[in-house]
């Protein structure tokens, strides 16, 4: 076990190893951004339509260009509905049902939580008012659906016709001076096995994770295994808490000597290499005591030192 952990050649490993991962992140990178391409492109449009918004000082005409450019790229987007201060519909980016009447309100929906609206118009809907990040993360991740499906079965159940009801997201920007108001509403469509593919993108980084860990302390352990110290404990050390063990040991190793013979481990006080009995410190002629390489003195009996250089 011992030979053939000696014999790793780290370098080569590292490198191969590097290059794998690489690989493999940017095959993921590129596979995940095909399969959720158009909920990225969801995700920009709509930021950016809320930044314009949100500055106030915008042209309405090319904010209604790209919300229709939003709403015709993403199956998301059921509609995004612009109001004057009367809820009249001034414009509507899909023209679905919800633009059918001259008016768009919102009442609360009754028994619900106060997520919840109805318009009177169209009892088979109910709006789940949501902010800017859920709208964002509901839509593209689609995390919440079933959530939400069953948040809203369980306070309708009791309705004779609860399996017509469709929920849909909302949200919106109202702007306070002139009283208009922006409703984007939003359907759940998952992207198809998303949520497996990130599983299954979770997993092979956590794999990649895991060996980098293992090789780290492999590593540790070869490397005490060739200081002569003791490989189990710093491999232990370094399987256990990873960098912070690598750490310790490289402190460890400064404050010792490396033989430059036998590549042993050695306390910086020793003249002799207790391994391999070579000579590593250079002493002073008169006391013995172990000199340092430029000791112009000894530093334990004074003696001035004939230095061969
Ligand atoms: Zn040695
Ligand atoms: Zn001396």
């Not at 005409?61 to 790229?73: P, Q, T």
């Not at 208009?180 to 092979?204: R, S």
């Not at 000579?279 to 002073?284: D, V």
């Amino acid at each position: 076990m011992n030979n053939f952990i000696e014999k790793i050649p780290f370098k080569k490993v590292v490198l191969i190893y590097i290059i794998i991962a690489i690989l493999v992140g940017i095959s993921l990178i590129l596979f995940i951004g095909n399969a959720f391409q158009s909920k990225l492109t969801f995700i920009y449009d709509y930021h950016r339509i809320h930044e314009t918004l949100e500055t106030g000082n915008h042209n309405l005409e090319n904010i209604k260009e790209e919300i229709k450019n939003m709403s015709d790229n993403s199956e998301d987007v059921v509609d995004v509905l612009i109001l004057d201060k009367e809820n009249k519909i001034v414009y509507s980016s899909k023209n679905s049902e919800f633009a059918n009447e001259e008016k768009f309100t919102l009442n609360k929906a009754d028994n619900m939580t106060n997520d919840y609206f109805v318009n009177p118009n169209n009892d088979t809907a109910i709006f789940r008012l949501t902010t800017n990040k859920e709208l964002i993360i509901n839509t593209v991740l689609s995390n919440f659906d079933t959530e939400i499906q069953k948040e809203s079965e369980d306070q309708i159940f009791y309705e004779s016709d609860f399996d017509s009801k469709q929920v849909y997201l909302l949200s919106y920007i109202a702007n306070h001076d002139t009283g208009e108001k922006i409703y984007f509403i939003n359907e759940i469509h998952p992207v198809e096995n998303g949520k497996m593919y990130i599983k299954v993108t979770l997993a092979i980084m956590m794999f990649f994770f895991m060996i980098y860990w293992v090789l780290l302390a492999l590593y540790i352990y070869q490397n005490a295994l060739k200081s002569k110290l003791n490989p189990y404990l710093w491999g232990g050390i370094t399987l256990i808490t990873n960098i912070a063990g690598v750490i310790i040991y490289i402190i460890y190793k400064q404050n010792q000597k490396t033989c430059f013979k036998c590549g042993a481990s050695q306390d910086k006080s020793h003249i002799y290499c207790t391994y391999c009995g070579i000579k590593l410190n250079e002493t002073c002629h008169t006391c013995g005591s172990v000199l340092n390489r430029n000791d112009k003195y000894c530093a334990k009996c004074g003696e001035k030192q004939k230095n061969e250089e």
